[in-house]
């Protein structure tokens, strides 16, 4: 059962009369989908704002001012953190601890940015990081640093750097890296674990020249990063590019990846998951994705047509067409379908941005669910509600008419004037009702089926 005011602005909706309220709104500044668990969904001030609210977890953010997160701690616990601009961070541990920071005068960060830990004071002069057992100390970030274990016992990267001069990182069983006069001579070893036949080797002379090394593969680039090419005649893997980004051919037969690139006019690119076509780039594209349970088949021509079809493995079919800014479809199965005119929001399948905005320029709207049929022109002058037992039809305040089925008969009451004139029709004939002010006077709870 659904509540509307104010043209659409106020809703509140419930699955019966007296069940608990699933859905609440003042839009355009707010909506909120409640679930029986006690968790919510809020958007305000789409597509900005948010409130994700759980048993464990809560993320409250309006972006990109402010966010704040209630979590499970890893050991158990709870954290929680807010950091907003400009610059300020609050978090409350799992063991008690508060730390805080005003970016960029000073201050403590936890698990932020893949760090474990950051400390700054007057940030770039000193910066202190932690990351696994690898501990890092800045001066004048990025210019000098050294990299030292946390722990002397435990495997860690060592390092240090005095740029543009020099800069040094390796760890044992994974990487040794190095420049002179950065960012011109650079030369690294990675994944050593892996031994010689497998381990990289790349160098480059910045931005002339550069080339890297792994196993039979063989990369180069010149003019970094303009023109490339590659080949690795094991797997098949072969790459080229002249210039970059506009045309682009590679192989990669033991990962499934080919990419064919001349842009604007054309790209294609296939891996075991998508193939998809853009002719030409960035105006019409057709794909087709590829998952464990469905696949989804779709076709863009932007900005003006946008559909997709997602077919999945027990032969259900869901569709979505937009033909902006006219009009815009969907069908969940053969018997959900709506769609709506017209449909002015010219990005991809967006659902908050319509729930928050469409009610303001939506001429109409038509949604079937078996025997369900909902309409609705705008700001809610024409509603139409329908079911197997009850149809009830409103234009504004001035005629409704509701038909419904009483002991097997079926019965209509008209209500015209806010309500002024109420009539009732049956098989035995027509008899007045009381005047309802504001009108119709229809009871909040629908008929029901007979049995």
Known sequence: METEALGGAVQVRRARTD???????????????????GGSETRFLVPFGSDSDSVHMRVWQMLPLARWERRPGEEGGEVRTFFSLPGLYWSRRPDGRVIRA?????????DFLSYDRIEFTLFPLWLRTVRDNDQTKHILWPIISWTRPKKPDLPSARGSKVLPFYSSLEKEGSYDRWTLLWPILHWQENDLRLGPELSEERWMVFPLLGRSQRGERDDWVLLWPFFGWGSDPRTGYSAFDAPWPLVRWLDAPTEGIVRRRVWPFWSYFKDPTLESTWAPFPLVNWRTETYDDSTIEALDALPFWQSSTRRDGAGGERTWRKLWPLWQDARREPWEHEWSFPALNPLWRTPEVDEMYAWMWELWYHR???????ERSWLGLWRREKDEVEDRRNLSVLWARRS????????????????????????????????????????????????
Not at 24 to 36: E, G, I, M, S, V
């Open 404 to 451: 419904f089925d009483e002991q097997g008969v079926r019965v209509a009451e008209t209500s015209l004037l806010f309500g002024l004139l109420r009539w009732r029709e049956a098989p035995e004939g027509l008899e007045w009702l009381t005047p309802a002010m504001p009108g119709p006077g229809w009871p909040m709870e629908r008929g029901r089926r007979s049995e």
């Open 19 to 37: 069940g608990q309220v699933e859905h609440h709104a003042l839009r355009p500044f707010y909506y909120a989908d409640l679930d029986t668990d």
């Open 102 to 110: 005003w970016f960029p005068f000073s201050g403590v960060m936890e």
């Open 368 to 374: 079937r669910d078996h025997d369900i049929v909902e």
